[in-house]
């Protein structure tokens, strides 16, 4: 069976036993087995910060950009065989694949295009020069410079290629060296992709580490210029922000975490109408694409009263049309969760929605996975809810990490979804559905703090939008409270967490050749 390496301290090693067993949650067959145990992790820190970062702040944005531009193309040229093992690895479709590897070669390739605009400077004006003394001479600059540590990227299972090459985009191009841990279960595709670009010598040597395992002891030796950012889940996310470092030593935590994300029907869109059409497409593409498991995707689908059995019916007859099985068969949907872990984790997810809500679509999620030896693999149907208590607690309680979604009645306010929606406790990503201006000016204040993101489904922007589930480079990722409260992406916005901005106080003309 294939043996899974970290890549530290400039080499490749392997880790002593025991091993975890990477699977194919379609057929439960091994694939691979890893082990990160005995890793000397302070000395990957110590690397990673002295040669990684040294070699990345004598480059330039443009030249960073490059070393981005030089990753995408190290998955370009292998996309084909990165797709193939998160078929195995990961449950994906291939649709569900491309979804992951073409968005991780996206977003370097973003980033890439940033960094050639920023140019050949080293140091970022953040914001205008400010006049302090009683003419311009005496002004203050606020600055952007890299810190000088490593950053701690921490991922989950979901993404292993996007979530690693979004969060390295943003340190490399800031001028921060990255140590990359996916999570266990899905490492193949991250460990695949991570060997090409090092054989394809597209990253400096000590820019980019990879941590195939469990972090051991990592997170123990993290320094006042570190940085760590973790994706995962509120558990998780609660240890890590307690850890020692994060606490005496003041290291950052990004958190991207749950979340509740819900989709609103605005009471003036009409049955049959290209917005409703997209609202339906959207919410069945977010339950079934990668099995549900993306932190994105709509878990709470908030529709007005009068439009509910009209509704329901139509998402009856779509997810009817959803083929579970082996993701390796063509003409399947909707391959399985990544593990038995999560299998578990969501049929008492949706043992707990049971309790108050009521089976409009695939009971608890029994199903007959086409292509699969009886009995085997992680599968689960799309299970729809609909709660007729709106309020009820676990459907804005807990995050279902699967094809799962609640539909809950309104009376077509738009202060009543918001304040439905913001039950969740605050989220990543939701989306309104209205062509009535005037809805969407009542809703947008109100659910705009609740939020990173607003998709504003409309008629006029149906035909262009990739869906409110897709994070684009160029806006925001991440969002308060159950969300995490983590910002990633955005373009300049997703470096902050890399840099140190510092006032500077002197001469304009000095400032100014600063920056
Ligand atoms: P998880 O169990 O919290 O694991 C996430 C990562 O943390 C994995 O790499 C895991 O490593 C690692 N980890 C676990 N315990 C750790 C510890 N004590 N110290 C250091 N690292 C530790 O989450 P998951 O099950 O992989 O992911 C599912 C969750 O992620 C869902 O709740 C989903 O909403 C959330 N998510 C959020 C976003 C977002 O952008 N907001 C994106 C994707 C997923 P091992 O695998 O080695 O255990």
Redesign the pocket.
Known sequence: MQRLMSFVSGEWVEGNEPR?VLVNPATEEPLAETSTAGIDMAGALAYARERGGKALRTLSFAERGKVLRAMANAIHVRREELLALAVQNGGNTRSDAKFDVDGAMATLSAYADLGAELGERHLLPDGEGIQLGRTARLSGQHVLAPKRGAALH??????PAW?LAEKAATALLAGVPVIA?????T?LVAYRMTRGFLEDGAVPDGSLSLVA???GD??EHLDRQDVLA????????M??RG?DAALSRSVPVN?????LNASVLAPDVAAGSETEALFFADAVRDMTQKAG????AIRRIIVPEARLSEVLAGFEERLADVTVGDPAREGVRMGPVTSA??LA?VRAGIEALAETTEPVFGGAGAIEPVGVDQGKGYFVGPVLRLARDPRAAAVHGR?V?GPVATVIPYSGDPDEAAELVALGGGG?VTSVYSDDRGFVARAVPELAPHHGRLYLGSAKMASQSPGPGT?LPTLL???PGR??G?Q?LGGLRGMRLYQQCTALQGDKSVLNALV
Do not use: M, R, W, Y
Not at 154 to 159: D, H, K, S
Not at 293 to 296: D, E, I
């Open positions: 975890s921490i991922n989950a299972f979901n993404f979530g841990k996916p999570a266990t279960s490492a395992g469990p972090p990592l997170l973790f994706t995962g889940s509120s558990q998780t996310a240890k890590l850890v958190v991207e975490a749950d979340s498991q993306k932190c994105t872990d999560q984790e995050e990490f990543l994070v990722h991440g969002g969300a995490g983590g990633e």
